[in-house]
Every structure is written in structure tokens, then in C-alpha cells.
């Protein structure tokens, strides 16, 4: 009788440790869950974080007649986007570069928060027979972001990743 007592205090024992270890470990994957799943980050941290300005194309290793727009690049990147947008807009009849142009003349204006005139950028762009027409996709659905535009931004990322168009993996 005295090992079956043992036998039971020692399973009491046992059980009450692994309800505890449950109950700590339940805890620690709620405050998990909250810490990871409502990062409250911003549309426009998001916007920032993918818009990538950086990463853009260049135009200055390109031919010799392609000189205002590595002055418009540089402007861009200087955050002149007035004076890069005005070059974008009359050198682009000149340019073979025009989806490039596109994408910078878009970015600038999104940049300076002519938010309809971004669009119609892009919309141009995405309406283009150029090879890189659906990288419009992309920086439309940026530029809802950055307008809070939530819905809009999710319907252009739910088409970009349906589509397979350019950046689907980070659209998911």
C-alpha cells in the first residue's frame, strides 16, 4: 500500500509539473503570437521598407545620349524630385529606357505626394507593350500603401501574386 501511495503522490507530482509546464508554455506563445502578429508597423514603414530607391535602375552606365537622365538620376537620388521629375518628363520621347523612366517619373511624383498623377504614371506603364509593364503593378500598389489606401494596395498584391508579375514573392 505504501508504494502504490508513492507511486500515486509521485503521479500527482508529475501531473501538477506538466500543468505548469503547459500553462507557462500557453504564455509564452500568446505574448509570442501578440508580440509577432500585431506589430503595429505603419503603411508607410511598409511603403518605405519595399519601395526601395535604392535599388533602382541606372541610367548612367548607359550610351552617351542618355546624359540629362543620369543628371535626373542623380537628382532623384538627392531628393530634388521636382527637378528629376521635370528632366524624366522632356527626355522621354529620346529615351529607349521609357519603362525606366516610367518607374522614376511615378516615384518622384509619389514622392512629392501627386498621388494621381503617380497613378496615371503607372497606369500608363502597366497599359504599355513595354518589357517591363507589370513592374507598374508593383509600385501602384506601393503607392496605395503610402496613401493608406489598404484595400486597393491588397487587390494590386493579390493580382501581382496571382499573375506572377514582377515581385510576387514580396507581394505575398
Known sequence: ?????????????????????LA??????????????NQNISNQE???DYVALNDLPSFVSRSDGTHDLAKAQRLFEN?????ALSIFQSQFNESDDKANIFIYQGLAQTELEKFDDAEKTFNKLISSDLLDAQKG?????LLYLKQDKVVESKIMLERIVTSSYYNHSKAK
Open 79 to 83: 531628393k530634388e524630385y521636382q527637378d
Open 24 to 37: 507557462a508554455a500557453s504564455v509564452v506563445l500568446f505574448i509570442g503570437f501578440q508580440f509577432f502578429f
Open 46 to 48: 511598409l511603403y518605405n
Open 1 to 21: 500500500a505504501e508504494t502504490s501511495s508513492k507511486f500515486s503522490a509521485n503521479k500527482n507530482e508529475t501531473s501538477r509539473r506538466l500543468f505548469y509546464y
Open 137 to 141: 503593378h508593383w509600385y501602384k500598389a
